[in-house]
């Protein structure tokens, strides 16, 4: 069963505009972490945001947020006011016990000028 | 700068040829995990060191191994290569959050 799942293969937004990426996760694990990547054509994963299974508030990071909806399972990313330069594909993933990463297959955004 | 530096960037190689693909992470990172990521796909989870010792894998077979040394650098090695073997590795060193990538090594297997 897939433990993390990324339902939109791409999207495509008007510059300026927010845009929400979906993310959902399955564990039974009471301790997790959840983290947003984008990856750029060059190939680098890029850290934007973390979120723990303990934090009471939702993690922002200046324009990312992580709209965090444990009940649900969900860890939505939230870009405000996208520019050009956020197209790129883009990663939800999870870390259990033992520190590996587990990612879903990614969303590719693409912001429209 | 990400502080995780792979080399070579890219390598292309015949199928049954061996590879090794190098990383060197941030000073005091103990933790170093290696994933495959084919095209068109996230990450895959190949092992994980730490303190030089492996400390977990993922569904690869034996042909993929790995080493990591005392001065915070480690390898991936690949036998017997495969076509299916072409893609994306990233190395990883952790860090406070999470995992810190490197740029990756983009192998072509032909």
């Known amino acids: 069963a897939q433990k993390i799942t990324q339902t939109q293969p791409g999207m495509f937004v008007q510059e300026k505009e927010a845009v929400t990426l979906d993310c959902t996760y399955d564990t039974s694990d009471p301790s997790y972490g959840l983290f947003w990547y984008k990856q750029p054509s060059s190939g680098e994963m890029i850290f934007l945001i973390y979120?723990?299974?303990?934090?009471?508030q939702n993690a922002t990071e200046g324009r990312y947020s992580l709209n965090f909806q444990k009940a649900r399972k969900s860890a939505n990313l939230v870009i405000s006011a996208s520019q050009l330069g956020d197209s790129a594909m883009y990663f939800c993933a999870m870390r259990e016990r033992g520190d590996k990463i587990i990612f879903g297959k990614g969303t590719r955004l693409h912001i429209l000028p | 700068e990400t502080g995780v530096t792979q080399s070579p960037t890219h390598l292309i190689k015949t199928r049954g040829q061996q590879v090794t693909l190098r990383c060197s992470s941030q000073s005091g990172h103990n933790t170093v995990s290696w994933y495959q990521q084919a095209l068109g796909q996230g990450p895959q989870f190949i092992f994980q060191?730490?303190?030089?010792?492996?400390?977990g894998r993922g569904n690869f077979p034996p042909r993929f191994s790995g080493l990591q040394f005392p001065n915070y650098s480690s390898e991936l090695n690949v036998n017997a290569l495969e076509l299916d073997d072409s893609a994306l590795y990233l190395c990883?060193?952790?860090?406070?959050?999470?995992?810190?990538f490197g740029s990756g090594t983009r192998l072509t297997v032909v």
């Open positions: 060191y730490y303190r030089e010792e492996e400390n």
């Open positions: 990883a060193s952790f860090s406070s959050y999470g995992y810190t």
């Open positions: 979120q723990g299974s303990y934090d009471q």
